[in-house]
Nanobody, 126 residues
Framework: QVQLVESGGGLVQAGGSLRLSCAAS????????MGWFRQAPGKEREFVAA????????NYADSVKGRFTISRDNAKNTVYLQMNSVKPEDTAVYYC???????????????????WGQGTQVTVSS
């Protein structure tokens, strides 16, 4: 079955960096667009970043643009989220997700993503 397993979360000080990884199995990874979402306590799940099948195109939420970078390695079936200059408001559970849609659109709405990981906690201290 399809599995997405996130790793790399933890506690980091404001201004620091963290790199999240999401290893995929049970699917043809290169045929899926991939995304990262996050959910803070008491808040709705929100879009963070998405990447095309080849990795050429990316899309970011305004709140992370210029600080976070999404990338992928199709040979390793892995998508990454490099988080730099983190802020306390970045504290959340981070989820990776897979979208099999055949359009070129990098979706920002969670309902378009069929598969989800279990999430990894990121906590930014001030």
């Amino acid at each position: 079955q399809v599995q997405l397993v996130e790793s790399g979360g933890g506690l980091v000080q404001a201004g620091g960096s963290l790199r999240l990884s999401c290893a995929a199995s049970g699917l043809t990874f290169s045929t899926f667009k991939m995304g990262w979402f996050r959910q803070a306590p008491g808040k709705e799940r929100e879009f963070v970043a998405a990447i095309s099948r080849t990795g050429v195109r990316t899309n970011y939420a305004d709140s992370v643009k210029g600080r976070f970078t999404i990338s992928r390695d199709n040979a390793k079936n892995t998508v990454y989220l490099q988080m730099n200059s983190v802020k306390p408001e970045d504290t959340a559970v981070y989820y990776c997700a897979a979208d099999s849609g055949h359009t070129l659109v990098l979706e920002t709405t969670w309902k378009f993503y069929e598969y989800w990981g279990q999430g990894t906690q990121v906590t930014v201290s001030s």
